[in-house]
């Protein structure tokens, strides 16, 4: 069975969580999110191995950062509607395994909606809905899905610390900060399912410096996150940050 997922697929199976009565660890996230889109729409109106020309290109500037950080909360959101439909969510998750999911597949969702909701807000058309490729995971065994789970927080984590350096309005650096926050919380929670107390792992954790910079999280440039990001798109959704690092 393919594992490439259409658009209209991933927003419908993602229609259910959405509509779901709301716990008080989910209302905080969507207030949050809600609030960031007024923000933002207050501020917003004032080398690929690959033929580049195959390649979507996320923009430049402010508008940019957005694209690239909503084009990235689409393959995550697919994801997690992936798992949460999938055999070990259905048939061998337990009930604390199954809640978390569900709640980091709303999360991932209104991550989504924002990022939408602000581009367009800011006068800027958002890319199109991308179509992932995750033929490479295997959804029915809990190993497979928590490692990629895994990949995928750390890799967005990576990418908010590493594109703050382009953001010029105070207000999107900001929200990117507080929704980076969030993805370190999903990124602990998914690493302590794996292995207890490996949240501070030194492959996400910097311990080789010392002074201002000792023991703050890893950052990656765009050009490098968005090279592991097009391994799980399908061709005509990979990613370029031509105006981006």
Same mark, same amino acid.
Request: glycine share 6%; hydrophobic share 45%; net charge negative.
């Given at each position: 069975m393919s594992n490439i997922?259409?658009?209209?697929?991933?927003?419908?199976?993602?229609?259910?969580?959405?509509?779901?009565?709301?716990?008080?660890?989910?209302?905080?996230? !969507?207030?949050?999110?809600?609030?960031?889109?007024?923000?933002?729409?207050?501020?917003?109106?004032?080398?690929?191995?690959?033929?580049?020309?195959?390649?979507?290109?996320?923009?430049?500037?402010?508008?940019?950062?957005?694209? !690239?950080? !909503?084009?990235?909360?689409?393959?995550?959101?697919?994801?997690?509607?992936?798992?949460?439909?999938g055999g070990y969510y259905m048939n061998n998750a337990n009930a604390a395994e199954k809640q978390i999911f569900q709640d980091l597949a709303l999360h991932e969702k209104i991550h989504v909606d924002f990022f939408r909701q602000a581009i367009a807000a800011a006068n800027a058309t958002p890319l199109p809905?991308?179509?992932?490729?995750?033929?490479?995971?295997?959804?029915g065994e809990r190993a497979s899905v928590l490692n990629a789970a895994k990949a995928f927080e750390d890799l967005g984590v990576a990418a908010y610390n590493g594109a703050g350096q382009y953001i010029q309005d105070a207000a999107y650096l900001t929200i990117a900060g507080k929704i980076v926050s969030v993805e370190a919380r999903h990124a602990a929670l998914i690493r302590d399912l794996i292995t207890f107390n490996s949240f501070v792992g030194d492959d996400v954790v910097d311990f080789s410096t010392t002074g201002a910079t000792a023991r703050q999280e890893k950052s990656k440039l765009p050009s490098q996150v968005l090279e592991t990001a097009n391994m799980y798109l399908a061709d005509g959704s990979k990613l370029r940050a031509s105006s981006l690092g």
């Open positions: 997922i259409k658009p209209d697929e991933t927003d419908n199976a993602l229609t259910k969580p959405l509509y779901a009565p709301i716990k008080r660890r989910s209302f905080f996230m !969507y207030a949050g999110a809600t609030a960031g889109v007024t923000a933002l729409a207050l501020a917003g109106c004032s080398d690929d191995s690959e033929d580049s020309s195959s390649l979507l290109d996320v923009g430049a500037g402010d508008v940019g950062v957005l694209n !690239y950080a !909503y084009a990235l909360e689409q393959l995550e959101a697919a994801f997690y509607a992936q798992v949460i439909a809905n991308l179509t992932p490729d995750f033929s490479t995971i295997n959804f």
